[in-house]
């Protein structure tokens, strides 16, 4: 069955970087899109950013583009998402999750989510 | 960038009630529209996809309907487990991916 499972989450100050994984299993995972889609506390979902199966096309939500990078390693089935110049505004649950569509489609939805790690940016 | 509008925001209701939540799209997506569903504490849940198509394993009181910007997601008879808030998300054009506001289904 498929497995998406967070890491990395924690406490930061605001101004320093972050790196999120996400392991994934039960799936070829070098025939999927994956996305970060986060969720702040009380509030609703946010997406983040995307990466394309092969990892030739990104995107990102505009809240973090410039800051954020999302990246790939399909030798180890793993996600990540790279956080810099964090704000206290990037304080949520960031959920790993799958695209639909096997390659060479992009996906238009989630079928598949982790169950999230908590990044809190404070002083 | 097309914005997603849910209504309502929270809706109080009985079990066994009809339970009606609508997302309204900021121009047409013709039938790109999803619903999840997020029990507290909880990863989102996929419900329906492509507006209308119930994901295998999710029960037939869910419904999906619409086209264009109008859609609606209709539980037929509330249960307990249904309480829980509900997102619509479209990906329709562009790589990038938008959610409604959420609706909180909460008991009566």
């Excluded at chain 1, 979902?45 to 390693?73: C, H, M, P, Q």
Aim: with cysteine; proline share 4%.
């Amino acid at each position: 069955q498929v497995q998406l499972v967070e890491s990395g989450g924690g406490v930061v100050q605001p101004g320093r970087s972050l790196r999120l994984s996400c392991a994934a299993s039960g799936f070829t995972f070098s025939k999927y899109g994956m996305h970060w889609v986060r969720q702040a506390p009380g509030k609703g979902l946010e997406w983040v950013a995307f990466i394309r199966y092969d990892g030739s096309n990104k995107s990102y939500g505009d809240s973090v583009k410039g800051r954020f990078t999302i990246s790939r390693d399909t030798s180890k089935n793993t996600l990540y998402l790279q956080m810099n110049s964090l704000r206290a505004e990037d304080t949520a649950v960031y959920y790993c999750a799958k695209g639909n569509a096997p390659a060479p489609l992009t996906g238009r939805y989630f079928d598949y989510w982790g169950q999230g790690t908590l990044v809190t940016v404070s002083s | 960038d097309i914005q997603l509008t849910q209504s309502p925001s929270s809706l109080s209701a009985s079990v066994g009630d009809r339970v009606t939540i609508t997302c309204r799209a900021s121009q047409s997506i013709i039938f790109y529209l999803n619903w999840y569903q997020q029990r507290p504490g909880k990863a989102p849940n996929l419900l329906i996809s492509a507006a209308s198509s119930l994901q295998s394993g999710v029960p037939s009181r869910f419904s999906g309907s619409g086209s264009g910007t109008n859609f609606t997601l209709t539980i037929s008879s509330l249960q307990p487990e249904d309480f829980a808030t509900y997102y619509c998300q479209q990906n329709y054009n562009s790589l990038t991916w938008t959610f409604g506001q959420g609706t909180k289904v909460e008991i009566k």
